[in-house]
């Protein structure tokens, strides 16, 4: 019988193998695992947004259905909401029509956002999200 | 070279062929579902929107004799289904129908008298607007996950007229 060949001796079959678990664990761990794992906290973020602009623009909708216009006290009521939620302002299009809607008349409340979603080795994309509620304004002008 | 060695070789590769498209599916089963949530809470908000858009068919001229509030039903009934169709209308290309279609299915029940609400099962104080409405969407991902890429979402919601 042949005596054992010493670990990681010349001899040793394994030698060639050897690393090859390490060197798979490298390649696999930042190309497929990171951009997984980063891609569920990115589509996380997308849907926070989403939800805020949802919120956002349905408080908008309500309060623009009290006044029956589009006036500042709809544009700071939404602004509010999405500062509550983590957005800028300032980033977020809001569009309210029309400028003004008599009792009985639909008004439209649309927000919308442009947001960036970018994954590490696999790419960045302009995600564009918004949210819009058509209600009924309640005054006469 | 031993036996035990030879048949382990390769073992990795095998893991990684077989488990990336499971992964992969997992992924996209749970992207499909987060989707169709998200609808859900979406659909939800627009509902809402129906419903309490439908509470302005006040009976004015009864209140403003000194009558309790209540509702006008045929006007409260079609303000639900115009702004349920109006505001499904907002909610893009993964509805299966269209939102006049959708909205003229809804359910809709004007509710005057105190009592429990047939759609929503809790007890009305108030005249209130209920609507249940079933959504057929199209969720690409789905059809991935084996599931079909067209799921029906019933949605069930209401508001009431406080004066």
């Not at chain 1, 010493?6 to 497929?32: F, K, M, N, T, Y």
């Amino acid at each position: 019988m042949m005596p054992a060949p010493r670990l990681g001796s010349r001899h040793d079959p394994r030698r060639g193998q050897r690393g090859v678990a390490a060197v798979e664990a490298v390649l696999v761990v930042p190309l497929v695992l990171v951009p997984v794992l980063l891609s569920v906290v990115v589509f996380g973020r997308l849907e926070h947004t989403r939800l805020v602009l949802d919120a956002a623009a349905a408080a908008g909708a309500r309060q623009a259905a009290v006044v029956g216009a589009d006036t500042a006290a709809v544009r700071t009521r939404i602004d509010e909401e999405l500062r509550d939620g983590g957005l800028d302002p300032t980033s977020v299009r809001v569009t309210i029509e029309p400028a003004i809607a008599d009792w009985g008349d639909p008004i439209r409340v649309r927000v919308e956002v442009g947001e960036q979603a970018s994954i590490p080795f696999i790419g960045s994309w302009a995600v564009p999200l918004s949210a819009e509620f058509v209600t009924r304004s309640e005054v006469t002008h | 070279m031993s036996g035990r060695r030879q048949r382990e070789r390769g073992q990795v590769a095998v893991y990684a062929i077989l488990l990336f498209p499971v992964l992969m599916l997992v992924l996209a089963l749970v992207l499909a579902v987060g989707s169709l949530e998200a609808l859900r809470t979406r659909i939800r908000a627009e509902l809402d929107m129906a419903a309490l858009t439908a509470t302005q068919a006040l009976d004015v001229t009864a209140l403003t004799t000194g009558h309790p509030p209540r509702l006008i039903e045929p006007e409260a009934e079609a303000l639900a289904r115009e702004y349920l169709a109006r505001n499904l209308a907002t909610t893009g290309d993964v509805l299966a129908a269209s939102a006049a279609d959708i909205a003229s299915g809804a359910e809709v029940v004007i509710t005057n008298e105190p009592g429990v609400d047939p759609l929503t099962g809790t007890p009305d104080t108030a005249p209130t607007v209920s609507i249940r409405v079933a959504v057929p969407a199209r969720i690409p991902l789905l059809g991935l996950a084996g599931l079909g890429p067209t799921v029906t979402l019933t949605v069930t919601g209401s508001s009431a007229a406080r004066t």
